[in-house]
T-cell receptor
Framework: EDQVTQSPEALRLQEGESSSLNCSYT??????LFWYRQDPGKGPEFLFT???AGEEKEKERLKATLTKKESFLHITAPKPEDSATYLC???????????FGGGTRVLVKP | KAGVTQTPRYLIKTRGQQVTLSCSPI?????VSWYQQTPGQGLQFLFE???????NKGNFPGRFSGRQFSNSRSEMNVSTLELGDSALYLC???????????FGPGTRLTVL
């Protein structure tokens, strides 16, 4: 069965203090790995999709990378508005089913 | 371009009742997926519909069902509600397979 594990569960950062979030996965056939951001009481907001090992994508202070067994979300010089729960999910070989990890709660203090 | 809309946003029901939730996908999107989010289990896949056909189903009991209409709007129904069904129900729309999925704001269901 597909498994997605995110670490750490929670992360407290000072503004400007860069860090990385980890998403490790076990799937039979990876079609895509997704990163989402979720604010309290809202639906997840799409950030990135990665399809193959070695792929990297960037958006403002966020950079996502993918290897054969894990993905990293790097947050460079974070600001308080980057505080959110970051979710990763894997898409199986067939269909649009996403299997989500438990998320990493990020709090950036000014 | 309008995003995914879900109605109602909040719902309170009692055990044993049934509930119907609605999702309107982004214009042009033909795939709608439903997820349940709880503090204990996180986000779990319920089912996916594409062109009015259920294409995938998660590990939920038969009390959870759904359908999709010809305009791609989707509904999910939960019968004989249990306390454990209290959750945020999210729908996501996609243009097809291997496309990004965009989530709606969710429906917060509370079962008393």
């Amino acid at each position: 069965e597909d498994q997605v594990t995110q670490s750490p569960e929670a992360l407290r950062l000072q503004e400007g203090e860069s860090s990385s979030l980890n998403c490790s996965y076990t799937v039979s056939g990876l079609r895509g790995l997704f990163w989402y951001r979720q604010d309290p009481g809202k639906g997840p907001e799409f950030l990135f999709t990665l399809y193959s090992a070695g792929e990297e994508k960037e958006k403002e202070r966020l950079k996502a990378t993918l290897t054969k067994k894990e993905s990293f979300l790097h947050i460079t010089a974070p600001k308080p508005e980057d505080s959110a729960t970051y979710l990763c999910a894997v898409q199986e070989a067939a269909g649009n089913k996403l299997t989500f990890g438990g998320g990493t709660r990020v709090l950036v203090k000014p | 371009k309008a995003g995914v809309t879900q109605t109602p946003r909040y719902l309170i029901k009692t055990r044993g009742q049934q509930v119907t939730l609605s999702c309107s996908p982004i214009s042009g999107h033909r795939s709608v997926s439903w997820y349940q989010q709880t503090p204990g289990q996180g986000l779990q896949f319920l089912f996916e519909y594409f062109s009015e056909t259920q294409r995938n189903k998660g590990n939920f009991p038969g009390r959870f069902s759904g359908r999709q209409f010809s305009n791609s709007r989707s509904e999910m129904n939960v019968s004989t509600l249990e306390l454990g069904d209290s959750a945020l129900y999210l729908c996501a729309s996609s243009a097809g397979v291997d496309n990004e999925q965009f989530f709606g704001p969710g429906t917060r269901l509370t079962v008393l």
